[in-house]
């Protein structure tokens, strides 16, 4: 069985976004396309090719470590989002308040897509799945600026739902409504 196995799924970019300022803000500004580059989004806050160790790592790396980049993009489902939205009591949830850069339609529990898999777009740029983006208390205070309230039930709300980072392996153009083809490890589950 070939590392990599292209699947028959095919999902859609319906959301682009950029976080510029993240200790301003995590929110980030719709876009209708952007480059991808080896560092991420131009004027990304989350971008570059390395950054400084955080918590979510501090097993491995004292915390301020300069490490390889692999939590440049933030992806979402426009499916989990829904039910993000649901679970905070809007009718919708802007994609911009989590600080999304991308947010994809027809990816089945995106959030729980394995790590390593590759999301390929229609120019055959693509970006490689970190792991499961842990819901924070961050976009609380941008949901709760519009959504007195709501914000305050979104880091419960999405819980398995928050989706995926991610990196890019190969740069390229992405556009809204382009294609995005999902490719998984082909290997069994591991096995404690």
């Known amino acids: ?17 950029v976080v510029p300022d993240r200790d301003a803000s995590l929110r980030s500004v719709a876009m209708t396309e952007t480059e991808l580059t080896y560092a991420g989004i131009p004027g990304e806050a989350h971008g ?12 491995q790396h004292k915390r301020g470590t300069e490490i390889r980049n692999v939590r440049q993009l933030c992806v979402m489902s426009e499916e989990e989002l829904a039910q993000i939205a649901a679970d905070c009591g809007l009718d919708q949830l802007d994609p911009a308040y989590a600080g999304a850069s991308l947010v994809l339609r027809g990816i089945p529990d995106l959030t729980h897509l394995p790590p390593s898999s590759r999301l390929q777009f229609a120019d055959g740029s693509a970006i490689v799945v ?21 914000g305050d039930r979104f880091k419960a709300a999405a ?34």
């Open 130 to 150: 970190d792991m499961e983006n842990q819901p924070c208390h961050l976009p609380a205070k941008v949901i709760n600026a519009e959504h007195p309230g709501a």
């Open 48 to 59: 570059g090719l390395t950054r400084p160790s955080c918590s979510r790592v501090i097993s």
């Open 159 to 192: 819980k398995d739902k928050r989706g995926v980072t991610a990196w890019v392996e190969r740069e390229g153009r992405v556009r809204l409504g382009d294609p995005v083809i999902l490719h998984v490890p082909g290997q069994r589950a591991w096995q404690v």
């Open 1 to 17: 069985m070939p590392a990599l196995v292209k699947t028959d799924i095919v999902g859609e970019v319906v959301w682009l976004g």
